[in-house]
């Protein structure tokens, strides 16, 4: 199971752009790298997956580098209500036994 | 669409008891899981179904089991609780795409086992 790593907590000010990087130096070849947004008492929403180099949506985009071992979730311009814990998730979606969520950054917007 | 609807929000077990959590999705999604959080911890797989009649173990077994009768219903079963079991437990379905495949998640169980 590939195992990531992220920073346990972070701070930014409304209106910053916030990188979130997690680490995944196990990654398999079939593994893509997806991206979820927790707020309190509730459960996780989709924010973003990717498989290499860019990805981007409404909400965030996905940095990976050639090496696929890390990732990056950008947030643009965060707001109070981007404060949630954000988790990297990897795993092949053909077995959903491989899915392995790392222990998530604790994001915390401040006015 | 409701989404994944799980019952109940809430509940109280004492060492021993059974219970089992009811998870059911209308978006005919082939994949369901169900995952466990301890506090201030991530999500944990305990087990997951590919499809109605199929379910394999995930990360974390041990005291429970489920079944997968239909595609629209996934749920769980505490057969004998534990103080260890005390969690909040959410459900996820999936339908798998070619090009993308997202879990969505259920509001989640919160279960006290004294």
């Known amino acids: 199971l590939a195992k990531t790593t992220q920073p346990i907590s972070m701070d930014s000010y409304e209106g910053q752009e916030v990188n979130i990087t997690c680490s995944h130096n196990?990654?398999?070849?079939?593994?893509?790298i997806t991206w979820y947004q927790q707020f309190p008492s509730q459960g996780p929403r989709f924010i973003i997956q990717?498989?290499?180099t860019k990805v981007t949506n409404e909400v965030a985009s996905l940095f990976i580098p050639a090496d696929r071992k890390s990732s990056t979730l950008s947030l643009p311009r965060v707001s109070l209500s981007d404060t949630a814990v954000y988790y990297c998730?990897?795993?092949?979606?053909?077995?959903?036994?491989?899915?392995?969520f790392g222990p998530g950054t604790r994001l915390s917007v401040l006015p | 669409n409701a989404g994944v609807t799980q019952t109940p929000k809430f509940r109280i077990l004492k060492i021993g008891q059974s219970m089992t959590l009811q998870c059911t999705q209308d978006?005919?999604?082939?994949?369901m899981y169900w995952y466990r959080q301890d506090p201030g911890m991530g999500l944990k797989l305990i087990y997951y179904?590919?499809?109605?009649?199929?379910?394999d173990k995930g990360e974390v077994p041990n005291g429970y089991n489920v079944s997968r009768s239909t595609t629209e219903d996934f749920p769980l079963r505490l057969e004998l609780a534990a103080p260890s079991q005390t969690s909040v437990y959410f459900c996820?379905?999936?339908?798998?795409?070619?090009?993308?495949?997202?879990?969505?998640f259920g509001p989640g169980t919160r279960l006290t086992v004294l």
């Open positions: 996820a379905s999936s339908y798998y795409v070619a090009e993308r495949d997202t879990q969505y």
């Open positions: 196990n990654i398999a070849t079939n593994d893509y």
């Open positions: 990717g498989y290499k």
């Open positions: 998730l990897v795993g092949d979606r053909n077995y959903g036994q491989n899915f392995v």
């Open positions: 978006m005919n999604h082939n994949y």
């Open positions: 179904s590919v499809g109605a009649g199929i379910t």
